[in-house]
């Protein structure tokens, strides 16, 4: 199956500086999602975006959907300590009534003070 | 509080035994997921279920099988064919018929197979 590529695999930052990442398919999808996840424990809906060229904030996350309908972006501003973990992407495709998710292969994110 | 269980947190298993993980859900959802994740992976799909008693493969089907008798409870076996068990396994629900609201997760179940 298809996994989506995310970029970059891994960052390490400064608390306080600015984050971006992005993920790219070479298909398109109906919607847009961002998940976190923390070590051992399940992913986090984090935002959803529903229409091209769509921009949506979540405190200090904001993420697009990209106009071709093929790539999203995440940035997290003014990054703290518990913003640790691994962002995933996910393209959604509805097939009947089921939401099917392709993820990406997720960007791990490490701050430090 | 709503949400999704999976249990137990952490399975082990000798090589050549089947193994069922649980997960549970009072979300009222009518579609749920199973994935499996590995190091440095994202997450692959193994089975879902859009409504009680139907289920579809996933990318990754082979060596597991699911279940849907109740709307509740979804949960996986790991056949002792599934090549490389090793793994953590999540769950997840997702309203039918809303698309966009996005899937939730459990906390997931670590396996390891000895």
């Known amino acids: 199956g298809q996994q989506l590529n995310q970029s970059p695999q891994s960052m390490f930052i400064q608390e306080g500086e600015d984050v971006s990442m992005n993920c790219t398919s070479s298909?398109?999808?109906?919607?847009w999602l961002w998940y976190k996840q923390d070590p051992g424990e399940g992913p986090v809906l984090l935002i959803a975006?529903?229409?091209?060229?769509e921009l949506t904030s979540n405190g200090r996350l904001t993420a697009q959907f990209g106009i071709t309908r093929k790539d999203s972006f995440l940035n997290i501003s003014a990054s703290i300590p518990s913003d640790v973990g691994i962002y995933f992407c996910?393209?959604?495709?509805?097939?009947?009534?089921?939401?099917?998710?392709?993820f990406g292969t997720g960007t791990r994110l490490q701050v430090t003070l | 509080d709503g949400g999704i269980t999976q249990s137990p947190k952490y399975l082990f298993r000798k090589e050549g035994q089947n193994v069922t993980l649980s997960c549970e859900q009072n979300l009222n959802h009518d579609a749920m997921y199973w994935y499996r994740q590995d190091p440095g992976q994202g997450l692959r799909l193994i089975y879902y279920s859009q409504i009680v008693n139907d289920f579809q493969k996933g990318d990754i089907a082979e060596g597991y099988s699911v279940s849907r008798e109740k709307k509740e409870s979804f949960p996986l076996t790991v056949t002792s064919a599934q090549k490389n068990p090793t793994a953590f396994y999540l769950c997840a629900s997702s309203v039918s018929g809303r698309p966009g609201n996005g899937q939730f997760f459990g906390p997931g179940t670590r396996l390891t197979v000895l």
């Open positions: 975006l529903y229409k091209a060229g």
């Open positions: 298909s398109i999808f109906n919607t």
């Open positions: 996910a393209g959604q495709l509805v097939s009947g009534t089921a939401s099917k998710l392709t």
